[in-house]
């Protein structure tokens, strides 16, 4: 098998050792930091596919990801050398008076292993902040996360507020466990996501990278 088909596997694997030392040998044999960034996005893509198909779960997302930011911090100084950033950045955090990270660490780390810039804000976030912070860092994507009914309001204050801040166009995403189709609808966000792996495929469509 080929350095980079090896490469893919292994991030869809979570195996970190194997990444580093694939990537070492890719640079060995001159294969460029965009050929192995695409190899690595691809088992990340792969493990989404799995996710989403329920035969995989939760800690072989995490364990996934994990590899993936071993892999990108040995990668980004070659990338950031040869000029090559993330094209998109995104903006997440859960909403105000809500705690639950668990599934927004989840889709922060999944946009990144989909070579998103991702600005993770945290928790109990306040509607001013992700303005802020979305302004700061041109974000093209802003993600709000809720598990909790009663902060279903806090998300649709959230949603009023940035559209009501001049955000160039950024691009809304929510979810989280309570959270519906019918109700980004009703509170005007650009996109709902009823997990990681399709919060992936919602920003790339959402930013045209589909
Ligand atoms: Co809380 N809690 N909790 N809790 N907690 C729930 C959510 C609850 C359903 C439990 C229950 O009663 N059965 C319930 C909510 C009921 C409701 O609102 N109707 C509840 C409650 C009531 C509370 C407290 C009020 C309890 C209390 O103190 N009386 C309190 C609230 C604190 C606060 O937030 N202000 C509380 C506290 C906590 C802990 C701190 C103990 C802990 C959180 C730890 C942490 O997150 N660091 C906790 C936990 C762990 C849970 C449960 C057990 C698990 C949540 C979780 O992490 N799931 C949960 C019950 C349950 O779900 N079984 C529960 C795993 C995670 C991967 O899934 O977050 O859904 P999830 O994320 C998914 C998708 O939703 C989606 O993708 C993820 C991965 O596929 N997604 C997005 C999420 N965000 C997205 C954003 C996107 C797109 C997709 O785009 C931006």
């Given at each position: 098998?080929?350095?980079?088909?090896?490469?893919?596997?292994?991030?869809?694997?979570?195996?970190?050792?194997?990444?580093?030392s694939?990537?070492?040998?890719?640079?060995m044999?001159?294969i460029g930091?965009?050929?192995?960034?695409?190899?690595?996005?691809?088992?990340?893509d792969?493990i989404?596919?799995?996710?989403?198909?329920?035969?995989?779960f939760?800690?072989?997302?995490?364990?996934?990801?994990?590899?993936?930011?071993t892999?990108?911090?040995?990668?980004?100084?070659i990338l950031?050398?040869a000029?090559?950033?993330?094209?998109?950045?995104a903006?997440?955090?859960t909403?105000?008076?809500?705690?639950h990270?668990?599934?927004?660490?989840?889709?922060?780390?999944?946009?990144?292993?989909a070579?998103?810039?991702?600005?993770?804000?945290?928790?109990n976030?306040?509607?001013?902040?992700?303005v802020?912070?979305?302004?700061?860092?041109?974000?093209?994507?802003?993600?709000l996360s809720?598990?909790?009914?009663?902060?279903?309001?806090?998300?649709?204050?959230?949603?009023?507020t940035?559209?009501e801040?001049?955000?160039?166009?950024?691009k809304?995403?929510?979810?989280?466990?309570?959270i519906?189709?019918?109700?980004?609808?009703?509170?005007g966000?650009d996109?709902?996501?009823?997990?990681?792996?399709?919060?992936?495929?919602k920003?790339?469509q959402?930013?045209g990278?589909?």
């Amino acid at each position: 098998m080929k350095t980079l088909e090896q490469l893919t596997e292994a991030v869809g694997r979570g195996d970190r050792e194997a990444v580093s030392s694939l990537i070492e040998s890719a640079m060995m044999q001159e294969i460029g930091p965009k050929a192995i960034l695409d190899a690595l996005v691809a088992g990340m893509d792969d493990i989404g596919r799995r996710f989403k198909a329920n035969e995989v779960f939760v800690p072989e997302v995490l364990i996934a990801a994990r590899a993936m930011k071993t892999a990108m911090a040995k990668l980004e100084p070659i990338l950031s050398e040869a000029g090559i950033r993330p094209a998109f950045t995104a903006v997440i955090g859960t909403v105000e008076g809500d705690l639950h990270d668990i599934g927004k660490n989840l889709v922060a780390m999944m946009w990144r292993g989909a070579n998103f810039d991702v600005i993770d804000l945290g928790t109990n976030v306040s509607a001013q902040r992700f303005v802020v912070a979305a302004r700061e860092h041109k974000a093209s994507i802003i993600g709000l996360s809720a598990l909790l009914t009663t902060t279903m309001p806090a998300m649709r204050q959230t949603v009023q507020t940035l559209r009501e801040a001049d955000l160039n166009g950024a691009k809304i995403v929510i979810g989280g466990a309570p959270i519906t189709q019918s109700f980004a609808d009703q509170i005007g966000a650009d996109g709902f996501a009823p997990d990681a792996a399709s919060a992936v495929d919602k920003v790339r469509q959402l930013v045209g990278a589909a």
